[in-house]
């Protein structure tokens, strides 16, 4: 059973970097899956942040592209999220999910974890 | 990029019903298409994949189709569980939702 769980702080100040990392059980992250971050700001919908391939190839949400680094960290088989300058809009439940190879669909996910921005 | 429209944004509906959720795309971008289902407090779930694929152990009565520009989630007959919100995927976008509410 693929299991995935996100961590990290759950306040971050405006203007500083929020860093997530995702748990991965059940699957190896070497395997052909995109590795894939979403939020969802309080009631609102989802948003696609972006996606880390199995090699390292990265796609990300052009509209906050230039905030966003991925990585992964196969030794633990986790991969990672963080998102610098951050304003009260990124306040989200962030969630990781598992993307399939051909990056169209996402099958497993994780319970999600709140990130508020506020001093 | 592509825009997905969700119509309705709210439905309401009966333990019974059968029900009929569009998501159109502002541009053809090749012919898969997921649907999630999300519960209040809960991650999505996965109901169908590549337009017309069942996910694995969901219910038979959850059927999708379509092509092109517009694809159709339809619930056969409406149960008390399915009452929750759906969203449509298309590649990297996702439709606004579609709160699907007891009447």
């Known amino acids: 059973q693929v299991q995935l769980q996100e961590s990290g702080p759950g306040l971050v100040k405006p203007s500083g970097t929020l860093s997530l990392t995702c748990g991965v059980s059940?699957?190896?992250?070497?395997?052909?899956?995109?590795w894939t971050w979403v939020r969802q700001a309080p009631g609102k919908g989802l948003e696609y942040i972006g996606e880390i391939y199995h090699s390292g190839s990265i796609r990300y949400n052009l509209s906050l592209k230039s905030r966003v680094t991925m990585s992964l960290e196969k030794s633990k088989n986790q991969f990672s999220l963080k998102l610098t300058s951050v304003t009260a809009a990124d306040t989200a439940v962030y969630f990781c999910?598992?993307?399939?190879?051909?990056?169209?669909?996402?099958?497993?996910w994780g319970q999600g974890t709140l990130v508020t921005v506020s001093s | 990029d592509i825009q997905m429209t969700q119509s309705p944004s709210t439905l309401s509906a009966s333990v019974g019903d059968r029900v009929t959720i569009t998501c159109r795309a502002s541009q053809s971008f090749g012919s898969w298409l997921a649907w999630y289902q999300q519960k209040p407090g809960k991650a999505p779930k996965l109901l169908i994949y590549?337009?017309?694929i069942l996910e694995s152990g969901v219910p038979s009565r959850f059927s999708g189709r379509g092509s092109g520009t517009e694809f159709t989630l339809t619930i056969s007959s409406l149960q008390p569980d399915d009452f929750a919100t759906y969203y449509c995927q298309q590649y990297k976008s996702f439709g606004q939702g579609t709160k699907l509410e007891s009447k």
């Open positions: 999910a598992r993307g399939s190879s051909s990056s169209d669909y996402l099958d497993y």
């Open positions: 059940g699957a190896s992250i070497s395997s052909i899956y995109w």
């Open positions: 590549k337009t017309s």
